[in-house]
């Protein structure tokens, strides 16, 4: 009964790109603790890059002095 | 001073349904455990169907093939 | 497909109050959005009073003030 | 490798604000921990008014009541 | 830069499964996004089974009863 | 409103590192957002090395080799 919450920038991320996302890390649950992939779930959040930091500044900033 | 997060999906859920599911989690709080109310906080995060994933596929997906 | 993250502190909560939690919190997503219980996950997480803050002091040190 | 996540209500909050809010708590990881910042991730969620309850009620409904 | 976080149940997951996990998500987050590995975290929660629930009951309950 | 989740390594943290850390991080939302910190909460998880990937890795397994 796995939940994986996976959090990225959101860099216009594709609907194909998304599928491909739930089922890559849903097989990985199958694969290495034989999970049951309908009882896996997996929720993507898509954060602004205004919102996201590293190294003390956003993502936003650091592109802008691009880092 | 719980902190309760629900994830559901964005199905145009109205005001007055997130009132409910505020009040009745906090009530569940309160009657379980007794906590204070005024302590309990609810967040609810809205998912798009694109963005959540069971049986390896998105909720989109799926209900495009009437699973 | 709801997926509800329940923060409380960790003070002795008995199996039976975490059924009572697991059954309220799944019964209000029943009733509020007619959810499906068999596919509603709640995760408790017991968080040590030393790692809970509020007002910028941690549980443990408020309770040892009376507050 | 600290992992910061902040939840607050979505009232127009600034690019700036955002800034600040990832410069000053990476900046206590530093300072308490002696963490690297770059490798130190801060993500902040706006949460809408409708969607964040306190006492049993929204936060937008408590700002409708004077509260 | 992104962020997973895999919730699991507490059995008996072993360092070298954990490693697979860990190993394995990353992967997908290159293959499908080309995100740099050196930016990515994994967070695993191990859940005791009283605290994970599912059709309003805990983990612990449904296999007692055999579900 | 705020509530701030720090996930941190669990290495030794001391209880007063902790209070630290909460006051610091309430301090921020005080200063940069004007936020009541007796409505600020903050949690702090601590998570195991093995249970920490960075790099495909779990930080266990990058300290072995001096990573």
């Known amino acids: 009964m796995p939940f ?3 959090k990225i920038t959101d860099d216009n991320v594709t ?6 996302l739930i089922q890559g890390v ?3 649950m199958v694969d290495v ?5 309908e009882r896996t779930f997996v929720v993507i959040d898509e954060v602004n890059t205004d919102n996201w930091g590293i190294g003390g500044e956003s993502i936003t900033s650091r592109r802008q002095q691009g880092k």
Request: proline fraction near 6%; glycine fraction near 6%.
């Open 4 to 6: 994986i919450n996976i």
């Open 26 to 28: 849903t097989q990985v």
């Open 15 to 20: 609907s194909e790109q998304k599928q491909q």
């Open 33 to 37: 603790l034989g999970k049951n992939p």
